[in-house]
């Protein structure tokens, strides 16, 4: 998914509200882009957009396939060819150095991949999607919705041949648990929210959650609610024993990422703490637990540590979570163990798959 979640929510509010033409969704790129497949534009009546594909370069000539796909009521791939030296000076002037291929359909209310969309953004579902981008079928898709039944707009077996199918994953937009509400939170909260992110503030201290403290949309709580694999968890009570509740509920859940506020020794000592208490050394121990939270980058004060923060965030929400800038040490010989990397990714033929 190459689409953000402040995109993805942006451009479903767009279609909701608004008055869109079509749905422009970039489905292949050879050599060098911008943006890679995935990501989309919705454009509106107005000729103004919404989303991003190649960061304005090609704006008027995809609003101008927006307006024909518009009256003539059928989906296309336009193609946009960049590469070679003589196109930087006759052409588009971009300099990518790529082809693209992007898939303009009409945005209707009844479209399916924008209910599709708007079903991601809004019930933080994870949807498979293949859509032909070939052939008289092109825009035709099939899906499989989490815990759904498989839905189609495609008649009868996808094309044989993968060149002529989409294939991505939409998956929820992430949710970042803050378990704390001090005066260094909120910086964090609007940071995240920024990105589009689901933020949930947990502390047992009912004055703190005041909402007017955070930006609208952010959820108050004073337990943990539950934590699945898109739940990323921030301890940050500045409270040892308070830290380490949240620590152990945090790592009795999927959660991939749960970073704690502090030096790395403090981290070491709840280590120590709860395992002496019972948590499990592989929980311990985990690649998942992080201390201090955020990446390095000399950040000073609130708002530039939530900076930090929620760049070490974003970089765990895009790829298998790694061990650490600064290892956790607990092992005897001194030596941070290290999480072999997964990918959850369905491969294109599984996604295939869902057009028997």
Known sequence: MSATPAELAAITAAWRDGNPLALATLVAVEGS?????GARLLINADSSTVGNLTGGCLDREIVEAAATVHRTGTARVVEYD??????????WGMGCNGLLRVLVEPATPSSSMLQLLDQSVRLRKKIRITTVVAGPQT???????DGEAPGRTLPGATPSSLDHVFTETLLPRPRVVICGAGDDVPPVVRAATGLGWDVVVVDHRRLLLDPARFPAGTTLLRTVPDLDVHSYVLVMTHNFLRDCEYIAAALATPAPYIGVLGPNRRLRRMQQYLASYGTTPRQVETDRLRGPAGLDLGGQGPDEIAIE??????????RPVQPPVTAVDTSPNGEPSCAEPSCAEPSCAELSSLCP
Do not use: M
């Not at 882009?33 to 497949?37: A, D, E, M």
């Not at 923060?309 to 895009?318: K, M, Q, Y």
């Open 139 to 145: 825009g035709l898709r099939c899906w499989q919705v």
């Open 33 to 37: 882009s911008y943006r890679r497949p």
């Open 309 to 318: 923060i929620v760049a070490e965030l974003l970089a765990a929400t895009r």
């Open 82 to 91: 960049l590469r070679g030296d003589e196109e930087a000076v006759l052409g």
